[in-house]
C-alpha cells in the first residue's frame, strides 16, 4: 500500500475518466471506479469526469487514466477530440495511446489470423470467407466495437450479405466455436497480475480465480510483447477449445475491466499497489 502524503503536501494530479452511469450486463463497472479512485487518492491528487468531459479538462492535470469509460462508438467525436487534445498538450496518458489491440479497434485479430498466430479465426472481407471452418453460425461485429455492442450470430449467407452490405474493412465474421470455458489474463505493464475464468460458457461474466499454468502464461505474455506497451492495463481474453487448446479472443488495451471483487484481498491490494507505481512512473 502506498502511504499517504504528508498534510500539505503536493501529489500528481489524476484525472480518472469513467463512465459511472454505465450499464454492463452481468457487472457494475461503477464500483470498480469508485474502489479504485479511493485507493489511488493515497498517492495523487484524483478527479472522475466522463469520457465527453476529457477533451475540455486535460489541461487541469498531470496524468490522465483511462478507466471503465464503456465502448467508443457511444461517444466516437468526443473520444477522437480527447485524443487530438491530448497529443496537442502531450498528456501523459494511461494507457499510453499507442495501443495495438482494441484500442485501435480490431484489425488486429485479422492481421493475427492471418499470420497463423492462436487467435479465432477472422476476415473481415466476404472474399475471406472461404478461408474459415465450415460451421453452423458465424459472429458478426464491428471492427470499432466493444462489450458485445453490435455483435450477431449469423449464418455464412447472412455474414456474406452483411460484409458485402457494409463499409468497406466494418466489421469481423468468425466462426462461432465451442468451447470449454473463457479465461482472462490481466498485466500491468509486462507483470501479470492474475488470472479469472467463466466455468459456465452461458454466463461469462459469472468468474472465479484461475491458476494459470506456465503453458497459459506463455500463451498469454505472446500477445502482451506483440502489443509493445511499455505502461498500461491489458486484458488477455481467451477460449479454450474442447482440444484444451487456447485462442485469443480479445487483446484488450483502452479500458479493460477488471472484475477486482472477484479477486481475494491480498491479490488487489497487490493489484492496486502496481497499478500505482506503473502510473507514477509513466514518462511525462
Request: with cysteine; proline share 5%.
Amino acid at each position: 500500500m502506498t502511504a499517504a502524503s504528508p498534510a500539505g503536501a503536493h501529489c500528481p494530479s489524476l484525472l480518472l475518466v469513467t463512465d459511472l452511469a454505465y450499464e454492463a450486463r452481468g457487472r457494475r463497472y461503477c464500483d470498480e471506479d469508485i474502489y479504485l479512485s479511493s485507493r489511488l487518492r493515497e498517492a495523487f491528487d484524483v478527479a472522475l469526469c466522463h469520457p465527453r468531459d476529457a477533451a475540455a479538462l486535460l489541461a487541469g492535470f498531470d496524468t490522465v487514466l483511462v478507466r471503465n469509460s464503456g465502448p467508443v462508438l457511444h461517444y466516437r467525436e468526443a473520444y477522437d477530440a480527447f485524443l487530438v487534445r491530448a497529443r496537442e498538450l502531450g498528456t501523459a496518458v494511461y494507457n499510453p495511446l499507442g495501443g495495438r489491440g482494441d484500442m485501435a479497434g480490431k484489425e488486429y485479430l485479422v492481421e493475427m489470423s492471418a499470420a497463423g498466430l492462436p487467435v479465432i479465426p477472422t476476415v473481415d472481407g466476404a472474399a475471406g470467407l472461404a478461408e474459415l471452418p465450415d460451421v453452423a453460425q458465424y459472429v458478426v461485429k464491428p471492427k470499432l466495437g466493444a462489450d458485445s455492442v453490435g455483435l450477431r450470430f449469423v449464418t455464412a449467407v447472412e455474414a456474406r450479405a452483411e460484409l458485402e452490405a457494409a463499409a468497406e474493412g466494418s466489421l469481423l465474421v468468425q466462426p462461432r466455436i465451442g468451447f470449454r470455458h473463457e479465461v482472462s489474463f490481466y498485466f500491468v505493464d509486462h507483470d501479470f497480475q492474475y488470472a479469472l475464468y467463466a466455468p459456465d460458457p452461458e454466463r461469462r461474466w459469472v468468474l472465479e480465480p484461475y491458476a494459470a499454468s506456465a503453458e497459459d502464461l506463455e500463451f498469454a505474455r505472446r500477445f502482451i510483447a506483440w502489443n509493445t506497451l511499455d505502461h498500461g492495463i491489458q486484458r488477455v481474453d481467451a477460449c479454450r477449445t474442447a482440444d484444451g487448446a487456447l485462442l485469443l479472443v480479445e487483446l484488450e488495451d483502452l479500458n479493460p475491466y477488471l472484475s477486482l471483487d472477484r479477486v481475494g484481498e491480498d491479490v488487489r491490494e497487490a493489484f492496486v499497489a502496481r497499478l500505482t507505481t506503473s502510473i507514477a512512473s509513466l514518462p511525462r
